[in-house]
């Protein structure tokens, strides 16, 4: 049974830093796309960043680019997402996601976490 855990949420003030990370058991990680993905109140689940197997195809969405950055250590079958200068707008459940395929915006993952919260405040 393949499981993700996600930890590393918080409460952060705006401009501070969070690190996320995704642990994944069950299966490795090493030929399979990982994904964040967000869910802020009253809002539907959207894409946040996704990283292929191999670390060389990388997507983030426009609102996070060059703010956030997603990483992988196979070896530890383990997701990041560094997220710098963050706003109170990424307040929100973030949800790691696995993909057996190519890295994908859109929500066809196979495994999904059970979220962690972040929140921003102003």
């Known amino acids: 049974q393949v499981q993700l855990v996600e930890s590393g949420g918080g409460l952060v003030q705006a401009g501070g830093s969070l690190r996320l990370s995704c642990v994944v058991s069950?299966?490795?990680?090493?030929?399979?796309?990982m994904g964040w993905f967000r869910q802020a109140p009253g809002k539907e689940r959207e894409f946040v960043a996704t990283?292929?197997?191999?670390?060389?195809?990388?997507d983030y969405t426009d609102t996070v680019q060059g703010r956030f950055t997603i990483s992988r250590d196979n070896a530890k079958n383990t997701v990041y997402l560094q997220m710098n200068s963050l706003r109170p707008e990424d307040t929100a459940v973030y949800y790691c996601?696995?993909?057996?395929?190519?890295?994908?915006?859109?929500?066809?993952?196979?495994?999904w976490g059970q979220g962690t919260q972040v929140t921003v405040s102003s």
């Open positions: 069950g299966r490795a990680i090493s030929d399979i796309a």
């Open positions: 996601a696995a993909r057996l395929g190519r890295t994908s915006r859109t929500e066809n993952y196979n495994y």
């Open positions: 990283i292929s197997w191999s670390g060389g195809t990388i």
